[in-house]
C-alpha cells in the first residue's frame, strides 16, 4: 500500500513500461440482496391496478394492427374494429399472467455472456437509438457506422454492460431499409453479447432472431426454447400501439424471444401530470401488450417495461433523473413484482453534456432503478440530452456509476476475520492500520478501485493537469478502445452471416423488406 | 405550461423586468417516510455490537484528558492513569443509554428555524472546517473572513440548508485564538439558523453558548434546557479521544447544548480495512464519548456519529462517495437504532471540482445517509476535496442534490382526483395532456423544479451560451447572493453581541482563552 505506491499505481504489473489496462469489475451477474424498497403501500399498489383495469376494459387500447386486433378478437376480447380498438377484461389479464415466466435467460453466441432477467438479477445496457453522437473532442455528429461500431466495441469492453440496446446511434450514412443488417452484423461480429432486436415491423425481428440463430448454431425451433434476444415495444401513449410494433411484437413472440412492453408515459404530456395517473395508464398499456405476447405464443418470454417521467412544464420538454422519475422507477417495481414479472426499467438524464447534472440526474434514476428492482436497466451507459445523443464520455461515466452500484449490491461481511479485533488489539490508541498484517493481507481487493474518480491532493491533480472528470472520460474511451479485443467467431460462421446479409439486401432491394 | 412558456419561464411575475428569484423549496422540516433500508442483518448488528463491546471492556479507550479520566472514574469504571486509559464494560453503556434522549429539537434566535434531530427528520447543514475557498472565477484561495461571511450568506439563503457547520473556512486572516469569536457574530448576525458550536476546549464553546444565549435573550440555565447549538466531537481513531475535544465536549455537556460524537474511521488507514472492522471500532468509540455526555450530566441531547469511508490503497488518500462510505452511512444507521438516538452521517466527495465525480461521489454517500435515516447530515453543502475546500458552486450543487432528495421522500398520493382516470377518458389514444383541465389545474406545482439542471434542447442550449452545470452553479450563487436578505435583529441584541466579543477579545488577549 504506501509502503510502495509506485508499484500499485502502475497497477502491480511486473512489466512497468506496458501500461495498466483500465480496471474493472469482473463480468459476473449482479444481484440485488436487498429487499426491494417501496414507495406505495399494498393498498396504493392495488388502487393503480383497479385503476388500470378501469382503463383497459373501459376506455380501451387502440391497436392499429388489424392482425393484432384479430388475435385479440379470437381470445373473446371485446374489439371495436372502426376505432381499431381492443376492450381487455381483467379475466383475460389474469389468463394471460398465468402463462407469463417470473425469470428467464438470454443466451448470446457466446455462453458465458448469458443474461440471466428476473428475480434478484440485474442487467445493464448500452443506450438505445439515439440519431447523434458526441464526445468531447469530435463534438457533435449524425449517427454512423463507424461511431456505432466503437460505440458497441466500448460496450463489449466493459463487463458490467450486458447486452447492447437497439442501434446505439443510427448509421444514417446506410440506406434506411438495411441498415438493421449491417448493425445486427456488427453486433454479433464486433461483441458476442445479446443485444436488442428491433421490433419495427416483421422483418427486422425476423433478420435479427436469424442472424443470431446462425451465429449460434441453432435453428430457428431450437432458438424459440432456447432464447438470445429482447426486443422493447414502445407504446404511443396514450394507449395506442401502432401496426409495426404490434406485428414486432408478434413475430418475436412466435419465435419466443423475449419481449419488453414499455409505456413511454411522460407525466404532463403523453400521460396524466399525476403520479398515480400516470403509473395507471403505465400500468394498463404495459399489461395490453403483455397479453398480447401471451395470447401470441403462451408462454413468451415477457418483461414489465416503465419508463414514466416528467415534462418541463415551462417549455414541455422531458426531463429524466427528476425526483418523480426516480419514484416512479421504485414504484413501477412494485408493479412488476405484483404480476411477478421481470422489470426493465431506466436511468437517464435530459443533460445536454456529461457534466455533473449528467452524474446527479443520473444516479437519481439509477439508484430508483437498483432499489426497485430493476431486472433490466436500458439505457443505462452513454444516455444523454435525454436520448438524443449517444455519449462517448457518459458511456465511461456510466459505467463508473453501474460499477458503483454494483459494489454498494456487495453484502457485507460480518465473521472473526472480518471483524478484525486482532488488528484492533495490535494497532495503538491514535496509531494506523496501513502496515498491519490484516490490512496487508487485504489492501489489494478490499476496495472498489475507480476508473474515473480521481483522489489525488489538490496539488498533484494540478501539476498532472487539472483534467475533470469529463476530460478524464475521453482518456478512458480512447484506452478502452486501444484495449479492446474482437471475440474469436468460427470463419464459417462469419461467411453464413455475410451470406445472409447479401440475401437479405438483395431481396430488400427488390422490394421485400 | 407551454400555452405560455414565456410568462412561466420568468417565474409568472407580473413585473417583466424584475427577475424571477432563484427557485427553491420552502422551508420546512424534511421527514423521510420510508422505512430505513438494511445492508447488516439483525444478527450482523448484535455481532459488531458484541464487538465493540469488546474493544471498550478489553483493550480500553485513550482519554488524553485528566478531567474525563476523572469522570469515568468516578463512574466505577476501570482506569489507568498511567495509560490515560478508561475501560469501559456493558454495563456502564446501557446505564448510560438509558439518559440519552431519542430526539431533540434544537432552538437557535429564530424559532422558525428550529431544528428536530432524531426520528424521521432529516436536516443538512453547510461544510464545515475547511482550510480553502474555491469558486470557478476568483480560484482557489485561502480561507478569509469576507468568504466565509458570504459563504454563510448562501447558507441562510437556501433554505434546504438547516444549520451552519463549525467554521465554513478558517479565516485565516484574523487571530486564532479569538476568530471563533468572529465567526460566531457572523454566524449570529448573518444568519438565524442553528449552528455548530467549537469544542477545542473550554473556551471556544462556552463562548459560543454564550453569545446564542444573549440572541436569544435567554440565561445559560434557560438554554441548558432548551438547546440551541450542537457540536460535533471528532474522535482521533483508533480509540483516542484527544484533552481539548474532551473538555469542550464536557463543556457543552453541562451547558446542555447537543453533542454528536462522530470518530473519523477511514478504512485502511485509522481503522480496518475491513467495514466490519471499522463499524466495531467506529461503535465503541462513538458509545465511549455518548457514555462521557451521559456521566457529565445524564440526558445530554446527543447524536450517534458515523464517518467511515476508506482510503486510497494506492496512496493512503482518503476517498469519500465510494460504495464502501454508501454502505457505511447505511449500516451506521442501523447501529444508531440499534441504541435508539439521533445519526449524525455525512454525504461526502473527493473530487477536486464540482465535477460529474462530485455530484456521483455526492449522490452515493447522500442517498446512503437519507436511506440510512441519516437525521443530522453534516457538511451536505458546499464539500469538496474531501473536505479541505468550500466551493461556492459545490454549495449550489449541493443543494440542488437535496432538494432532489427532498422530492424525492415526498409520498405519492394514491385518490381519485391523482389517478385522473377522467383525464385518461378525456384525452384520445396518441394524444396529449398539455391542455387537458387535470394537467392545467396542477401544472404549476406538479412537478419539483431545479435550480441548475437545464433542460433545454441541445440547439437552444448552444445558442444561449453551452453553459454546463458547474458553470450555471457559479451564476446561481451570485444570484443567491444578490437575494440573501440579513434577518432582522434587535439593535440592543446587536450591541450586547458586540460587546461580549469585544470584552472577550481583551480577556483573550491579556492571556485567558
Not at 496501513?434 to 498533484?460: M, V
Request: aromatic share 6%; with cysteine.
Amino acid at each position: 500500500m504506501n509502503a510502495e505506491p509506485r508499484r500499485r499505481r502502475s497497477g502491480g504489473r511486473a512489466n512497468a513500461r506496458e501500461p495498466a489496462p483500465i480496471p474493472q469489475l469482473a463480468a459476473s451477474h449482479v444481484r440485488n440482496p436487498y429487499p426491494p424498497m417501496r414507495v406505495l403501500s399494498d393498498d396504493q399498489v392495488e388502487a393503480i391496478h383497479d385503476a388500470s383495469m378501469h382503463i383497459l376494459e373501459n376506455l380501451g387500447i387502440e391497436m392499429m394492427s388489424a392482425a393484432a386486433l384479430d388475435v385479440f378478437a379470437r381470445s373473446g376480447a371485446k374489439v371495436d374494429r372502426a376505432a381499431k380498438t381492443v376492450y381487455i377484461d381483467r379475466g383475460l389479464v389474469a389468463e394471460a399472467l398465468g402463462t407469463t415466466q417470473p425469470s428467464y435467460t438470454l443466451r448470446p453466441r457466446n455462453p458465458a455472456r448469458a443474461v440471466p432477467l428476473g428475480g434478484d438479477a440485474i442487467c445493464f445496457t448500452l443506450v438505445a437509438g439515439p440519431p447523434n453522437v458526441h464526445d468531447m473532442e469530435r463534438g457533435r455528429r449524425a449517427g454512423n457506422h463507424r461511431d456505432y461500431c466503437d460505440l458497441i466495441r466500448l460496450a463489449q469492453h466493459f463487463n458490467c454492460i450486458t447486452m447492447l440496446g437497439n442501434q446505439v446511434c443510427a448509421p444514417i450514412e446506410l440506406a434506411a431499409n438495411t441498415r438493421h443488417l449491417d448493425t445486427y452484423l456488427a453486433n454479433l461480429t464486433l461483441t458476442d453479447k445479446s443485444f436488442h432486436v428491433s421490433a419495427i415491423g416483421q422483418g427486422r425481428a425476423l433478420d435479427g432472431i436469424e442472424m443470431m440463430a446462425i451465429a449460434r448454431g441453432l435453428t430457428l425451433d431450437q432458438m424459440r426454447g432456447d432464447p438470445a434476444l429482447s426486443t422493447i415495444i414502445s407504446v404511443n401513449s396514450p394507449r395506442r400501439f401502432d401496426d409495426q410494433m404490434a406485428e414486432g411484437l408478434m413475430t418475436v413472440a412466435e419465435h419466443g424471444q423475449s419481449v419488453a412492453v414499455t409505456p413511454f408515459t411522460l407525466m404532463g404530456a403523453m400521460s396524466p401530470v399525476t403520479l398515480a395517473g400516470a403509473l395507471a395508464q403505465q400500468n394498463a398499456e404495459a399489461l395490453a401488450g403483455i397479453v398480447l405476447t401471451q395470447l401470441v405464443r403462451p408462454g413468451t418470454p415477457v418483461m414489465y417495461g416503465a419508463f414514466t417521467s416528467n415534462v418541463d412544464m415551462r417549455s414541455g420538454a422531458p426531463a429524466f433523473g427528476t425526483p418523480e422519475n426516480a419514484k416512479a422507477n421504485i414504484a413501477s417495481g412494485q408493479l412488476a413484482r405484483r404480476y411477478n414479472l421481470p422489470y426493465r426499467t431506466t436511468p437517464g438524464s435530459a443533460s445536454n453534456a456529461a457534466d455533473a447534472q449528467g452524474a446527479y440526474e443520473t444516479m437519481m434514476a439509477l439508484w430508483g432503478a437498483v432499489l426497485g428492482h430493476g431486472n433490466l436497466l436500458y439505457h443505462a451507459a452513454g444516455w444523454q440530452e435525454g436520448g438524443l445523443t449517444a455519449s462517448f464520455e457518459k458511456v465511461v461515466l456510466d459505467v463508473e456509476m453501474i460499477q458503483h452500484m454494483m459494489e454498494l449490491l456487495r453484502p457485507i461481511e460480518v465473521n472473526e476475520a472480518e471483524l478484525a479485533l486482532d488488528a484492533l488489539a495490535r494497532v495503538p490508541t491514535g496509531g494506523h492500520f496501513f502496515g498491519d498484517a490484516h490490512t496487508l493481507e487485504r489492501y489489494s481487493t478490499a476496495f472498489y478501485q475507480p476508473i474515473i474518480s480521481n483522489w489525488q491532493n489538490y496539488e498533484s491533480w494540478q501539476e498532472s493537469g487539472g483534467a475533470d472528470a469529463t476530460a478524464r472520460a475521453t482518456q478512458v474511451w480512447k484506452k478502452a478502445l486501444a484495449e479492446y479485443q474482437q471475440p474469436p467467431m468460427d470463419e464459417s460462421v462469419r461467411e453464413a452471416l455475410g451470406a445472409y446479409v447479401a440475401k437479405r439486401k438483395e431481396e430488400i432491394g427488390a422490394g421485400e423488406p
